[in-house]
């Protein structure tokens, strides 16, 4: 079975940094792009940042640009996302999924783990 599960968030204060990990299991993580969502309190999930199969290349939503770095392990399953020069719109709840223009269905299904809250705050 498909499963993602994301570690490493927190309470930062603003201008802090934090690493997200995220381990996947249940399909050929390396054969497929990567990709970091994050869901503000009241807001839809949106995703902030994309990871090739083969590492190049990513994308990042504007508001993280220069500030956030997707990268991956293959040898173990895991996605992290680092996260630098936090500011209060980076509160959420983050999750991992496969896929670049949205997450992936595995035999006709979306899966979600239960993500990872990331408070930016004094």
């Known amino acids: 079975q498909v499963q993602f599960v994301e570690s490493g968030g927190g309470l930062v204060q603003p201008g802090g940094s934090l690493r997200l990990s995220c381990v996947a299991s249940g399909f050929t993580f390396s054969g497929y792009d990567m990709s970091w969502y994050r869901q503000a309190p009241g807001k839809e999930r949106e995703l902030v940042a994309a990871l090739s199969a083969s590492g190049t290349p990513t994308k990042y939503e504007d508001s993280v640009k220069g500030r956030f770095t997707i990268s991956r392990d293959n040898a173990k399953n895991t996605v992290y996302l680092q996260m630098n020069s936090l500011n209060a719109e980076d509160t959420g709840v983050y999750y991992c999924?496969?896929?670049?223009?949205?997450?992936?269905?595995?035999?006709?299904?979306?899966?979600w783990g239960n993500g990872t809250g990331v408070t930016v705050s004094f």
């Open positions: 999924n496969a896929g670049w223009y949205g997450a992936r269905t595995f035999g006709g299904m979306r899966y």
